[in-house]
């Protein structure tokens, strides 16, 4: 009982965090992009934000950082498949770029919440993370891609067709 308690404090708590960004208008749409196979992008930012929540409170770090930054960083709203109008080079690359200017115009990001979003593909981008939340996220990132994935194909194979968008 005792464990199904915290659980419950702990979804409550990263909920509370993170409820001025999941309640944003333009923060919503991120629904509306797919991101890894029937996960949209709303949908694999709230995964990465609260395993490195979760992580980050365990490893006494700061958790709320982890959580907010975790939620925004991939807040681009395109479908990065189609090549974009004017946007040169790499998604992969690019989009670190791309969710911060987007998130700064929403919200007010500290250091460290910054730092999360723009290094969160390294080593695919170059410059080391400056904070132990950023390196957290980037290996929760690549977790949570895998883990998507392969929960995508478990589906199919019980269900043997595509699933829609869900969040
Ligand atoms: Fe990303
Ligand atoms: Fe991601």
Known sequence: MKGVRDLLKSVEEFDEIIEDIISNETV??????????????????????????????????????????????????????IKQEGMKGFHAIKHPRVALENSKKLFELSNREQDIILKHMWPLTIKL???????????????????????????????????????
């Open 129 to 167: 993370p400056s904070y132990p939340e950023s390196f957290i996220i980037t290996i929760v990132d690549k977790y949570s891609a895998i883990s998507e994935g392969f929960s995508y194909y478990v589906r199919r194979l019980r269900f043997g067709k595509k699933v829609d968008l869900h969040n």
């Open 28 to 81: 919503q749409k991120m629904k509306n992009y797919r991101q890894h196979y029937d996960i949209s992008c709303f949908e694999h930012c709230k995964n990465v934000a609260y395993i490195s929540y979760k992580i980050c409170k365990k490893l006494k770090l700061d958790y709320k950082a982890a959580a907010r930054a975790g939620m925004l960083h991939d807040m681009f709203l395109y479908d990065w498949r």
